[in-house]
């Protein structure tokens, strides 16, 4: 069974920054890529950013140069440092590994940001 456990999450002014955590059972190297999504209020979930286990990243426009996602590979723990924060990036965000690519088979539970303005 895969446990994805997410922290960080809590409440920042714009400008702010927020470091997510993601801790994963188990070697992280048998996904493909593991990544962090989010859903705001009223809108669909969308991806933020992900890494493959080959260390290949992919951002989402607005976030890109202000996001950055690492990984401990000895701590199975995958990380977003979120900069520059703005009040649009409010949102559930949600800790996710894939098997195969953009097929996001665990869920971590999620972990609230939000940024006031």
């Known amino acids: 069974q895969v446990r994805l456990v997410e922290s960080g999450g809590g409440l920042v002014q714009a400008g702010g920054s927020l470091r997510l955590s993601c801790a994963a059972s188990?070697?992280?190297?048998?996904?493909?890529?593991m990544g962090w999504h989010r859903r705001a209020p009223g809108k669909q979930r969308e991806l933020v950013a992900r890494m493959t286990s080959g260390g290949v990243t992919d951002y989402a426009g607005s976030v890109k140069g202000r996001f950055t996602i690492s990984r401990d590979n000895a701590k199975n723990t995958v990380f977003l440092q979120m900069n520059s924060l703005k009040p649009e990036d409010t949102a559930v965000y949600y800790c996710?590994?894939?098997?195969?690519?953009?097929?996001?088979?665990?869920w971590g539970q999620g972990t609230q940001v939000t940024v006031s303005s």
């Open positions: 996710n590994a894939e098997t195969v690519p953009y097929q996001y088979d665990y």
């Open positions: 188990g070697n992280m190297f048998r996904f493909h890529a």
